[in-house]
Every structure is written in C-alpha cells, then in structure tokens.
C-alpha cells in the first residue's frame, strides 16, 4: 500500500471571476500541489492574476470554482490557522512603534506577556530591526517597514507563508539582501514559502520550484524545478545553472509579457 | 541657536510686533476706538474677578461646551456612516461641502422661530456651525483608510469587534482629531454671533452691547480675553493634532 | 444608469424629497406658519422681492461689497503667500497665527474698524477681507509648496529667467491650490459679510433678512434668506464645475 506523502496545500480548478457588465477572467483553471516546506515562487506578466491567487490560496477571498485545501481542510473566503502573508504594500500599523507592530498580532490572540516579549525581541533581532525597536514606521525607510511587516508575521509563526512582491519597492541590491533574509526565516520557521515575484533572477535564485503563469486568466505554462541546496544564499548567482534557469524561466514568459503589454 | 530656540524667539518677536502695532493704532485712532495693550489686559483681569461678568461667560461656556459636545457626537457618527456606505457617501460630501460655503448666519431667524430666545438657540447656532467639518473629516478618514491595513487585520484572523478597536479607531483617529478642532473653533465662533444678534446674556452679548454702548474699555477687554481663549485652545489642539499626525 | 447618474440622481431626489416634505409638513400644519413658511411660497417671495427696487439695491449693495472685499483678499493673499514662501523663517513664525487665525471671532473687531475708517461701507468690506485672506494665503503657501522641485529644474535648463519661470511653469503648477484658495476666499467673503450686515446693521440683504426677522415680517425674511442662500450655492457650484474641468485636463478631476 503506498502512502502519498500529503502535500501541504493543494489548488484544484481555482478558477476567479470578477463578474460585472464585461467579466474579468482572472485567474484559472489553476492548479497546484506545495509541498510542506517547500520554496515555491510564482511569475508571471503583469496582471496575470498572481495576486489573485495568492488571494485566493490565504482565504482572503473565494474562489469562483475549484477547491483550495490547505493541511486537509478546505479552505473558503476565511483565512485559515497557521497562514501568514506580506503584502506588496507597506501594512506597518502607522501609530504603533515597531515593538508594538510585531506584537500587535500575539496581543489579540491573548498571550502572555512575558512569552510575546520573548518572540517579539527574537523577531526584532532576527530582522535586524533591534535598533529601531522603538522608533515609529514613519522614521524607517521602505525596506526597514517591509521587514516589520515580516517580522510582525514570523512572529505568529505560521505554517505557510505567502508574499506578494515584499521587495517590489526597493533598489536591486537591497533586494538581493532581503532574499538572504527571507531564505535565512525559510530555514529557522521550516515554513512553506510561496513568493510571488516579478523579478525572475529573484525566483530563479531563491526557490525549489518555480511556477511559470501565463497571461490573464492565469494558468501554470511552466514549472522549473532549481534542484538548489537547502542552504543557499544569493552567491547562487555565480552558478552556470542559475544562468539557465532564469534563461528558460525567461523563454516560457516572453510571448505572455508581449500579450500582456499589447494588452495594457 | 538651534530650530526650537529660534521658534521660541520668532514666536516672541512676532507678539511684541502685534503689540506694537496695538499701540500704534491706539496712538493713531485714540481712545474712541481701542484702549492700549497695557490698560486693556489690567481691565481684563478686573473683568475675569467681577461676578457680573463670570455670569455671562458661564452662559456662553455652558452653551459653547454642549455644542461642542453634541456637534462632536452626532459629526462622528454621521461621518463614520456616510463613510462606511460609500454610495451615501458619495452623494452626500458635495452636498455638505456646499452647507460649509453657505452664510450659515441667514440660518440664525429661522433656529430662533424654532428654539425660542434661549440658550438651547445659541446651542443650535454652534451645532450648526461646528458640525459639518466634524462629518466632513470624519468621512475622509473612513474613506482613506488604506485598504491593506484590513487585509492585514482578516490575516491576522481578527473578530470585527477586534479590527474596528485596534485597526480602524487608531487609523482615523488624526483626522477625526483634526476636523474636532476645527468644528471646536466654529462651534465657538457660531454661539458668539448668536450672542451678538439675539441674546440677553454672554459675551457676544457684552461685545455688541460694549460696542452700542460705546464702551471701548469693555469691547477691547472682552476681545482681548476671547482671542486669548480661542488661540490658546486651538494651539492646545493644534499640539495634539499634529503629534498625531506625526505619528499615526 | 452610471454611477456617477446614479450619484446625481440621489442628491437630487434628496434636496427635492426634503423640500417636499417640508412643504407637505407646513402646508399639513405640522410646522406652524408663524415659524416656517412652505418652501413654494418663499420662492413666490423671494421672485416677488427681487422686483422692488429696496431688494435690488441691497444686492448690489452685497454683492458689490462681497466683490471688493474678496478680489482685494485674493491680491493680498496671494501676493503676501508668494513672499512668505520665499522668507522661510517669517512663514515658520507666523505659522501658528495662521493655524488660529480662524479660530478668533472677527467681528470683535469691527468697533476698531469703525474707528479707523469711519461709518461707511469700508469696515465691512474689512470684515470679509480678513475672512477670506488667509485662505487665499495659506492656499498659496500650499501650491507654491507642491510645485515639483524637478519642474524648476527643468525650467532652468530651458534657461528661464525668473519672471519667466514663475508665469510659464511655476503658476500653472500651482494653479489648482490657487483655484481652491479663490474658491474659499469667495465663500468666506461671502460669509464674513453677510454676518457682518447681520449683526451690526449696517444695511445690505443681512441687514434686510434681521430687519425682517424683528419685524415679524416671516415672508419677506425667506424670501431674502433663500435668495442669498441659493446665491451662495450657485456661485459656489459654478467655480466648483469650472475647476474640476481644469483638474481634469491635467488627470486629476
């Protein structure tokens, strides 16, 4: 008898409609099996309904049609325990310092003080935010904000995590940085990570398996397995396979973008 | 000197040049028109110590007080509604925009058909001139909230009773705070016209009395403590609002 | 239907429906006729009186003083905004004043005006001055503010000289927040005037409307009051529609 090893969230026929005078197909039939622990990256051209997926995928809204499961139970228009998500946008809580950001989301769920100012200096240190604990998301810059919001997330400690273009905002060098950070939180939390990027040397770079979309209504053209090790870091660059990869990553995604454009 | 030090200093150079320009003017139109800044403020001190006229100002600050209140309470609400249903609104911002431009004055005959020659008629004027900022304000807040602050909050699996407490009262709280300070400046501004054209009792009422009456001393005295009081309360506010400002 | 018909639509069944219902309230007899006047009738009134000559001298009386005082308020408050911009230790002193300025009630101040220029028109005219100057001002502090830094730049490289720069790039950059100060400052005008006849009688249709209101004479005093309330509203819709057609030349509106 074998026994499959179940996978940690599955998509089957996630389909998204927008509905109004003229629908918007934006999303599907899709569909997507993650791994428990795995680093899955997705890209895609724009408007290609990346976002909507990972909509979709964290529960913030329902699907027109197909079943999202997340850890044997289905998932529908609620977020489900143990999923954590950064959004594109800075969602730092303005009038809250930074300690107070990350310790916003353990307050509700009545913890302990003592635990969530244990998590909350581990979080902050880990993010190297442990200088500016005190000070307001006004005072930091772009980058500084995303890491609270990573770091407000960590410290939940979710099972899966979803980001949505988390580095968009910041310059190239910044972003390589960010990525040995978020590589460095995959291995301590062990959490599945499923990154939503436009970036394609980033996905190329930082995943076990990328997931190539077409234009819109997005589906899956393409799925590049990287075969990289588990403790990689952005130096990745040097290798003749990261070459390759971002080039076939490159070649499925280059006549969507064109109808994407031609679109927009 | 630093930044705050040159305020401090500008700040005091800019008072002793209204003063100076008091003096002048009084040298200029003379005493049937102004009395000189030392005079009035000794005036005004044996003014605050009189009962008679601790009558009148309890009159105009009972009346101010319950504008403030009711025009706070009712702009909140009205604004919190008109900005959760987008539609209402939608519909409703120019209309009360429009409320804003027109000569709310034109009003005060028909509130005083209405409320009778009492202090609940000078409440109504202060209501109906601190309100609408209140509602206005308060609409733009709830509007404006950016919509990832609540997607944050359905992530972080928050009842609503928790999101509305913890996410959207400290989201609009500045500019809520912002348009109570404007509405607190008007609500004052609508019960001292009121007091000038239809009332026994008050401040606007020894204003507009000093002024048939002739009595300079009075009229400056009286102008002196009310600009103090208004400014001294809308730079207090102004504190707490832009520290909000600074920080939410 | 759009939405935006939809919009219109609903602001309009909600001024009629309001007024209808007042009209039905008095006509009913809910609202006594001594204290409200059925909105029919006060348009009757206000069309009847706006025929009599009283009535026409005391728009024009209005109006003329509205116009003086709030064409010399928008000069003033652009031209003193254009050189606080360019002193900015002055504008950070006086920065607090023009947060409190409307906060203080000016017509306290009218004796002294009365005092200074005599009992004609000009302390009136005053009055909606100082009502609608910092509003031009501070609306020309927050235009010159938000002109682009890069769009000076490029003017330099086109090699403007400074007369040049400021009527051909800097103006129009900052044309919507001036529009937005001429808007306020027309209303305040307005407003500081029409309170200014009101309570210190000095004639003009607030004077009229007090006078009215103290003569018992209920009909004659709607009449005027819907006239210079109507007043307001038209003037105010048609800059309001002359500026978003500006703003949405330039993607804003």
Redesign the interface.
């Known amino acids: 008898m074998s026994v499959e090893t179940a996978a940690h969230a599955v998509l089957r026929g996630v389909t998204r409609v927008y509905p109004g005078a003229s629908p918007v197909y934006a999303l599907g039939p899709l569909d997507l099996d993650l791994a428990r622990g795995e680093f899955f990256s997705v890209v895609g051209p724009s408007g290609c309904g990346k976002s909507t997926l990972l909509d979709v995928l964290?529960g913030?809204s329902a699907p027109t049609a197909g079943s999202i499961v997340f850890e044997g139970k289905p998932v529908v228009g609620q977020?489900p325990?143990g999923?954590?998500?950064v959004?594109q946008?800075?969602?730092s809580?303005?009038?809250?310092t930074v300690r107070d950001n990350v310790a916003?989301?353990l307050r509700?769920i009545g913890m302990d003080g003592a635990e969530i100012a244990r998590r909350v200096e581990y979080a902050v240190g880990f993010m190297g935010l442990a200088d500016f604990a005190g000070s307001?998301p006004?005072q930091l810059s772009g980058g500084m904000r995303q890491r609270v919001c990573i770091a407000r997330?960590l410290v939940?400690q979710p099972r899966l995590i979803l980001l949505d273009e988390p580095f968009g905002a910041l310059d190239q060098q910044t972003r390589l940085l960010m990525g040995d950070e978020l590589l460095r939180l995959w291995r301590e939390t062990g959490a599945t990570v499923l990154l939503i990027t436009h970036a394609l040397d980033e996905a190329a770079m930082l995943s076990d398996r990328v997931g190539v979309m077409s234009s819109r209504p997005g589906r899956f053209i393409d799925m590049v397995d990287t075969g990289w090790n588990r403790d990689r870091d952005s130096r990745i660059v040097a290798d003749p396979a990261f070459g390759a990869i971002t080039a076939r990553l490159w070649s499925s995604l280059r006549t969507e973008s064109m109808k994407a454009i031609g679109r927009g | 000197m630093n930044r705050a030090g040159t305020g401090w200093f500008d700040g005091t150079v800019i008072v002793l040049l209204m003063l100076a320009v008091w003096q002048a003017l009084y040298a200029y139109a003379g005493a049937v028109a102004l009395t000189p800044p030392w005079t009035t403020a000794v005036y005004a001190v044996d003014l605050m110590g009189s009962p008679n006229f601790w009558g009148h100002l309890r009159a105009t600050l009972s009346a101010f007080a319950w504008s403030v209140l009711i025009a706070g309470v009712l702009g909140i609400a009205m604004g919190l509604w008109l900005g959760a249903f987008r539609f209402a609104g939608d519909v409703a911002e120019p209309m009360l925009a429009a409320l804003y431009t027109i000569p709310k004055v034109t009003l005060y005959p028909v509130i005083l058909l209405l409320f009778g020659l009492g202090p609940s008629a000078k409440i109504a004027f202060g209501v109906i001139h601190g309100m609408v900022p209140v509602v206005l304000f308060t609409l733009g807040a709830v509007k404006n909230i950016?919509p990832?602050?609540l997607?944050?909050a359905?992530?972080?699996?928050?009842s609503p009773m928790?999101t509305a407490r913890?996410?959207l009262v400290?989201?609009v709280?500045p500019e809520i705070t912002s348009g109570l300070r404007i509405g607190f400046s008007l609500c004052l501004l609508g019960v001292l016209i009121g007091e000038m054209f239809a009332s026994q009792r008050g401040i606007g009422f020894l204003i507009i009395n000093g002024i048939n009456s002739h009595n300079v001393k009075l009229t400056t005295a009286v102008t002196l403590i009310v600009v103090v009081f208004a400014v001294a309360a809308n730079s207090a506010l102004l504190v707490v609002d832009r520290r909000?400002h600074?920080?939410? | 239907m759009s939405r935006q018909g939809k919009i219109v639509w609903a602001r309009w069944s909600v001024s009629l429906g309001l007024a209808g219902l007042l009209e039905a309230a008095c006509r009913l007899g809910f609202v006594p006729k001594l204290q409200v006047i059925p909105p029919s009738e006060m348009i009757a009134a206000m069309v009847e009186l706006l025929q009599t000559e009283e009535v026409l001298d005391n728009v024009v009386q209005t109006f003329s003083t509205v116009g003086l005082a709030f064409g010399s308020a928008v000069v003033c408050g652009f031209v003193l905004g254009a050189i606080f911009h360019g002193l900015p230790r002055v504008r950070r002193a006086i920065d607090p004043l023009l947060a409190s300025y409307y906060s203080v009630p000016i017509f306290v101040f009218y004796p002294l005006l009365v005092a200074l220029f005599g009992l004609n028109s000009m302390p009136l005219i005053a009055i909606g001055f100082l009502a609608a100057v910092p509003a031009m001002l501070i609306a020309t502090l927050l235009g010159l503010d938000r002109v682009p830094p890069v769009l000076r730049r490029v003017a330099r490289m086109h090699r403007l000289g400074w007369g040049r720069t400021a009527a051909l790039v800097i103006l129009p950059a900052a044309l919507p927040n001036l529009f937005q100060g001429v808007k306020l400052s027309l209303a305040y005008a307005f407003i500081g005037v029409i309170a200014g006849e009101f309570i210190l009688s000095p004639g003009g249709l607030g004077y009229s409307i007090a006078f009215a209101y103290e003569s018992f004479e209920n009909r004659t005093m709607y009449g005027l009051m819907l006239f210079v309330l109507l007043s307001a509203v038209l003037v105010n819709a048609l800059l309001s529609s002359w500026e978003s057609r500006l703003l949405r030349r330039r993607g804003r509106g």
Request: hydrophobic fraction near 55%.
């Open positions: 964290a913030l977020v325990d999923v954590g998500v959004f946008e800075d969602s809580f303005p009038w809250l916003f989301g509700r307001y006004a997330t939940l | 950016r990832v602050l997607r944050s359905r992530v972080m699996r928050l928790q913890f996410v400290p989201a709280l909000l600074r920080v939410g």
